[in-house]
């Protein structure tokens, strides 16, 4: 449980286990502590880095808008790999932590040893679809600004398994990183040429067809559903979960140094 400051900004971050450097990076509006069920199954086989993405959890809450982006976060995903020493690391993530690893992969190719995409969308080529994810989330935003954190009960189980300081963060973020300028990251899945998986949850009904998109796109991906799960298939079943995790990982020899 640490801290790692870059520019001025303070980011939380824990580290688990030994071996192979493998990052995992939260959604949005969750936490690194959404990672919890998968520390156990991971952490004997390699150094687990999980994290506060800017804005969230025990990271800082930036006062300045433009301090959220996605070339931010995937800076400070390279510093938290420096910080730990790691030239190279498996990169995964759920839901935008998803999208920010693929945008890290086009970034960083060399740091890239392999690629865990769950419950995540690959952005979008049409200009009008990018308009309309990047409304709704604008108005995620706005109920942040407005209604502060409210009520999470009924949130996903990884936003339920999390907690904020306060939601000034959040609605920056979602203004920041959660919304998309371009079509980079999409277009950039056939150029991806390290071992992938393509996680989703069975009842993650909006992500069903991204999840079948990149799998077909994304050379070699290695395409998984896990029954009873929803948006957090880590968390709804994480028994299956970590068995397709570890498989792939075993099968692609990905815990033995690079």
């Known amino acids: 449980m640490s801290k790692l400051s870059r520019d001025g900004v303070s980011l939380y971050y824990e580290v688990h286990g030994e071996g192979p450097a493998?990052?995992?990076t939260h959604g949005f509006s969750a936490t690194s502590q959404m990672w919890k069920g998968q520390i156990d199954a991971l952490a004997p086989h390699f150094t687990v880095i999980t994290w506060d993405m800017r804005g969230h959890g025990q990271s800082d809450y930036p006062a300045d808008p433009s301090?959220?982006?996605e070339d931010a976060t995937v800076a400070d995903m390279a510093a938290l790999l420096d910080?730990?020493?790691?030239?190279r690391a498996v990169i995964g993530g759920l839901s935008l932590g998803g999208y920010?690893?693929?945008?890290f992969h086009r970034a960083h190719p060399d740091r890239t040893r392999a690629l865990l995409i769950i419950d995540t969308g690959p952005g979008y080529k049409n200009d009008q679809a990018r308009a309309g994810w990047n409304d709704n989330a604008?108005?995620?935003a706005e109920r942040y600004e407005t209604e502060g954190l409210g009520d999470l009960s009924r949130a996903s189980a990884e936003v339920r398994a999390s907690s904020h300081r306060d939601a000034t963060?959040?609605?920056?973020?979602?203004?920041?990183?959660?919304?998309?300028?371009?079509?980079?990251v999409i277009e950039s899945l056939p150029e991806i040429q390290v071992p992938a998986i393509v996680i989703v949850g069975e009842n993650d009904a909006p992500f069903?067809?991204?999840?079948?998109?990149?799998?077909?796109?994304?050379?070699?991906?290695t395409r998984v559903t896990i029954p009873n799960a929803g948006h957090a298939a880590n968390i709804d079943n994480p028994e299956s979960f970590n068995e397709a995790l570890t498989e792939f990982l075993q099968g692609a020899h990905l815990a033995e140094p690079a």
Request: glycine share 8%.
């Open 208 to 221: 069903l067809a991204a999840s079948d998109y990149m799998a077909a796109k994304i050379p070699g991906a």
């Open 138 to 140: 604008v108005r995620r």
């Open 100 to 103: 920010m690893s693929l945008a």
């Open 22 to 24: 493998l990052l995992l």
């Open 169 to 184: 963060g959040l609605a920056k973020a979602a203004r920041g990183m959660l919304t998309q300028r371009d079509s980079r």
């Open 83 to 87: 910080q730990v020493g790691a030239r």
């Open 67 to 69: 301090q959220y982006s």
